[in-house]
């Protein structure tokens, strides 16, 4: 499997990442997870704009342009579409990068880590007339409070959905404040007499995908409220 690592394509299990760079000792890095069908980025140009937003808003450099972000990722899809296949999700993190002295302070002069593969795409196949569809349980959302960006801190995502697995569930929908926020991976919707209920976008991630969805449903004749109390 092929991956892409400071400058370099390399094979997965040869990346090697020092135990001082922040994002190892502080989280300190933000991520996307693009689809790709077909063997194309599904709104590529989307998904990195909203990473060129995390970075700015961590004060993280972004080391690389969108035009040469685009050609690194078609180049791993490309390079690893016989293992995977032509529908894959490519997982980019970029973090702060090595500082020789552990400090909370940003280092003075630091170059970011950047990291790029891919993964198997296997979505559940919603159109199959038998889809059972999936528990869920719900509880608190104790995550920071600065859901806007894509941040590698997701210990509190993880805790909630190993509750919802220990819990014969799928997925865990967090609450905060008595509100319908988001899932640990997940947006939420709820479809009843063709209006679509779903968080205000102020509260949660801003999900490409979920855009998507809220446009397609509108051209679709459905009405939009944003508000799930």
């Known amino acids: 499997m092929q991956a892409y690592y400071n400058n370099?394509?390399?094979l997965l299990d040869e990346v090697k990442v020092s135990p001082l760079d922040r994002g190892f000792l502080f989280g300190d890095g933000v991520y996307e997870?693009?689809?790709v069908y077909n063997r194309r980025l599904f709104k590529g140009e989307?998904?990195?704009i909203r990473l060129e937003n995390s970075?700015?808003?961590?004060r993280i450099e972004n080391p690389l342009s969108r035009a040469e972000w685009l050609e690194i990722?078609?180049?791993l899809i490309e390079s690893n579409s016989e293992r995977l296949g032509d529908d894959q999700a490519v997982y980019l993190q970029v973090t702060r990068g090595y500082a020789p002295v552990?400090?909370?302070a940003f280092p003075d002069q630091s170059e970011s880590t950047v990291f790029a593969y891919s993964m198997p795409l296997t979505p559940p196949d919603y159109g199959d007339a038998n889809y059972p569809g999936a528990n869920v349980v719900t509880c608190e959302d104790e995550r920071w409070q600065r859901c806007d960006i894509k941040s590698v801190n997701l210990l509190a995502n993880a805790m909630a959905n190993q509750y919802a697995r220990d819990n014969n569930a799928a997925e865990?929908?967090?609450l905060r404040g008595g509100n319908v926020v988001e899932a640990t991976s997940s947006n939420v919707f709820i479809v009843k007499n063709k209006v679509i209920l779903t968080p205000p976008k102020d509260n949660i991630l801003g999900g490409i995908t979920r855009q998507c969805v809220l446009d397609l449903a509108k051209k679709s004749g459905f009405k939009i409220s944003r508000n799930c109390d």
């Open 55 to 58: 970075l700015d808003q961590t």
């Open 46 to 48: 989307e998904h990195l």
């Open 8 to 10: 370099q394509f390399m």
């Open 73 to 75: 990722l078609n180049q």
């Open 102 to 104: 552990r400090n909370h």
């Open 172 to 174: 865990a929908i967090l």
């Open 33 to 35: 997870v693009i689809p």
